[in-house]
């Protein structure tokens, strides 16, 4: 177990008169090897989760317990280069933590290579003269440098187009299960992408009302309705026409490792 | 979306209070009055009057003192600084040493003084800001700054970078702890006891906040272009600024407080 949440709940602004809940006794655990999307509307409670899970933030009330190394990328995370070459800010977080040689090199590859850019042609350029999504990529490469237990990304494609934020998260995931004893846990809006997770974890107003495998979340209309989502666009024709979708639902997979694929019969209610 | 664990220093908190219902020509006279009375007043007593001024003004804000404190948290580092500087290097009786510096009962005695006056500057300034929407602190400015408009000084553009450059406080400081709490999430840590070390360490938050500051700005002029933002003239304002009678009672309150603080300080009233 790299970490578990017991009944966390998180209030901003506590002890004052506009104090603000944004979790409610929150049972969440992430295995090894898991590869977990948290769902939900805007402001129900998904970067709390993160930045609690990432340490940053201390529970209201709660407890939280973590075994494993841990590295979070907020959203807009670009926003966070500030050396002269994309080599040195993808070493910069190993670099603080010792790492050097050969070794930092190849952490520098490695990541590099997993969000998908080629370290001979990047490595010396400057972060400043990248595109947009091309420093995205540099951001989370840097990220990904730290080599951290329990990945936690906070809407890693957000403001992407569908093919950079699937080949960003694709990049990613392999690189998660290439290594043991790793686990991701990601936020998104995009429905399709988390339904190549191994697990989808669906918050409303703070709370978890769903945790399980991506079909038994994603392939529930209603549920993700009283979320304040819509589901896929393949689930909502299955309903309507009456048919079956088998998982994953939509899209390319993860390539998840675990695949429990629970029994889904998508028939219109 | 991430978002601040605490307030930041001079963001506005709107409440139903009598002393955010103040006609901001009020609030802000006020505030310069008190602050001058803090210099003027040369004693313990008449900081201590002002201080209880102070208080009497956040109870009639009804500003949560939790949220005063946490916002003016920051600042207590500068108050410590101030306090230790004064007292090692002024001259006087020697109370003690700390590695090689003596420090002296005058030096405490004046450093204390010091850090209380600093901190009811900054306190005021907070409370002021805290109960005076940038737009209507931006009128006011306009208003006292409007003679000057006569000489062909650009009153309104003065009072709208003033403006701004207040509101961008909290905005800033929305971007530091976000910067931070990101910089952190990927390893790298931004504390150290070396000097050198410690240039480094900020180099991930400096640079990245003055990016974002650049790019706030040019967000900024464009949206202002984009509404066809041309300055003051002709510009017309849907909320009047009125002086009632709860700004006279204010404003005698303001000058009575201060005058009385300042002759306890200077011994002129026994």
């Known amino acids: 177990m790299l970490a578990r949440l017991e009944g966390v709940s998180f209030v901003y602004d506590a002890r004052m008169p506009f104090a603000q809940p944004a979790l409610h006794a929150v049972d969440l655990a992430v295995e090894a090897g898991e590869i977990v999307a948290l769902i939900g509307s805007t402001a129900s409670g998904k970067t709390t989760l993160l930045q609690i899970m990432a340490g940053i933030l201390v529970p209201t009330s709660g407890r939280m317990e973590r075994d494993a190394s841990v590295a979070m990328a907020f959203q807009r995370p670009e926003d966070l280069l500030y050396c002269a070459s994309v080599r040195e800010d993808v070493e910069a977080g190993p670099a603080f933590k010792g790492v050097e040689g050969v070794a930092l090199q190849r952490r520098v590859e490695a990541s590099l290579g997993a969000v998908g850019l080629d370290p001979v042609l990047f490595a010396g350029r400057s972060s400043l003269d990248l595109s947009v999504g091309e420093q995205r990529r540099v951001a989370l490469a840097a990220i990904l440098a730290a080599e951290p237990h329990l990945l936690l990304l906070d809407e890693p494609g957000a403001g992407l187009d569908g093919e950079a934020r699937r080949s960003i998260l694709a990049g990613i995931v392999a690189w998660v299960r290439e290594r043991e004893e790793r686990a991701l846990v990601f936020s998104t809006h995009d429905l399709d992408e988390a339904a190549g997770a191994d697990r989808v974890v669906l918050l409303a107003n703070g709370r978890v009302t769903a945790g399980d495998v991506p079909v038994e979340v994603l392939g529930r209309p209603q549920l993700l309705a009283d979320a304040g989502l819509e589901a896929p666009l393949a689930v909502r024709l299955a309903v309507d026409l009456g048919f079956s979708l088998p998982a994953p639902l939509n899209g390319p997979s993860l390539g998840r490792r675990l695949t429990r694929r629970a029994p889904f019969v998508g028939r219109a209610e | ?270």
């Not at chain 2, 101030?82 to 009962?105: D, K, M, N, S, Y």
């Not at chain 2, 909290?170 to 709490?181: A, Y």
Request: aromatic share 10%; hydrophobic share 55%.
């Open chain 2, 1 to 270: 979306m991430s978002r601040l664990l605490y307030p930041a220093a001079g963001q506005y908190l709107a409440m139903p209070s009598l002393f955010h219902s103040l006609d901001p020509r009020v609030k802000l006279a006020g505030s310069v009055l008190f602050v001058g009375g803090l210099f003027a007043a040369g004693g313990w007593r008449g900081l201590a009057l002002l201080g209880l001024g102070m208080v009497a003004q956040t109870a009639v804000a009804r500003v949560p003192l939790v949220y005063l404190w946490r916002s003016t948290r920051p600042f207590l580092i500068l108050l410590a600084f101030t306090w230790l500087v004064q007292a090692v290097t002024l001259p006087g009786e020697a109370i003690g040493r700390w590695g090689p510096f003596v420090v002296t009962r005058e030096g405490v005695g004046e450093g204390a003084f010091l850090a209380a006056r600093l901190g009811l500057l900054v306190l005021s300034g907070t409370a002021l800001l805290t109960a005076t929407s940038p737009v209507a602190l931006t009128d006011a400015l306009s208003w006292y700054l409007a003679p000057l408009g006569r000489v062909g000084v650009p009153v309104w553009d003065l009072a709208i970078v003033l403006s701004l450059a207040l509101r961008f406080v909290p905005t800033l400081m929305l971007e530091v702890d976000r910067l931070i709490r990101a910089q952190q999430g990927r390893g790298i840590q931004m504390t150290a006891r070396h000097p050198l070390r410690l240039l480094r360490a900020v180099l991930p938050l400096v640079v990245p906040l003055f990016v974002l500051s650049f790019r706030q700005a040019d967000v900024l002029a464009n949206a202002m272009v984009s509404r066809c933002y041309r300055g003051g003239r002709g510009r017309t304002r849907y909320r009047q600024m009125r002086f009632q009678g709860r700004d006279a009672l204010a404003a005698v309150a303001f000058v009575l407080l201060v005058g009385l603080a300042v002759g306890l300080g200077r011994g002129w009233v026994p």
